[in-house]
């Protein structure tokens, strides 16, 4: 009890029963299950169907919701790999968890890869080498026979053939005319 006389309470005209420890109420029943004051240490934990074992979290039910009442982060040995804001916005970090590099900004509907500024629906951030013909970006249409634009480059070793090619075509490979517009 409060006094430190007791470790355990109960009351008979309620049925409850409290677990004391120096004097502090620890572990009381209640009409509609218990209350826990303090850390619960245990092997394993199961809450309205949802398993809690080590390092799984594991729904009964088919579906796990996680909720935060601001930023949802997800950790992986104390860095930083996904950030969720209040707001919608999604960040996917590098190695470090320091820089996001795959960005989407919820506000805007915008997705960004190498920047966390998107500043047109899709933004594309960033320098890299390809040693052989590679694509950087495909936008396609709405089926496999839509057309499509390709963007990429080659750097052709043995020639020190460096170029840049878009082009459109269909998915399947056919081309099909590029043409620019304004207005």
Known sequence: DPNGV????????????????NG?????????????????????????????????????????????????????????????????????????????????????????IGTSSPTALLDILGAGTVDTEAEYAILRGGGSSQPCLRIGGNNTTSSSLRHAFINSESISGTAQALAFQTG
């Open 6 to 21: 007791n470790f355990l309470g109960g009351n008979g005209s309620t049925g409850a029963v409290t677990v004391y420890y």
């Open 24 to 112: 502090v109420a620890k572990l009381a029943t209640t009409s509609t299950g218990i209350d826990v004051t303090g850390t619960v240490v245990a092997d394993e934990l199961t809450v309205d169907n949802i398993a809690v074992d080590g390092n799984t979290i594991s729904s009964t039910t088919g579906s796990l919701l996680l909720e935060a009442a601001g930023t949802f982060t997800l950790d992986t040995d104390s860095v930083e790999r996904v950030r969720v804001s209040s707001i919608g916005d999604v960040s996917f970090y590098e190695d470090t968890g320091t820089t996001p590099k795959f960005f989407w900004d919820a506000s805007a509907e915008s997705l960004g």
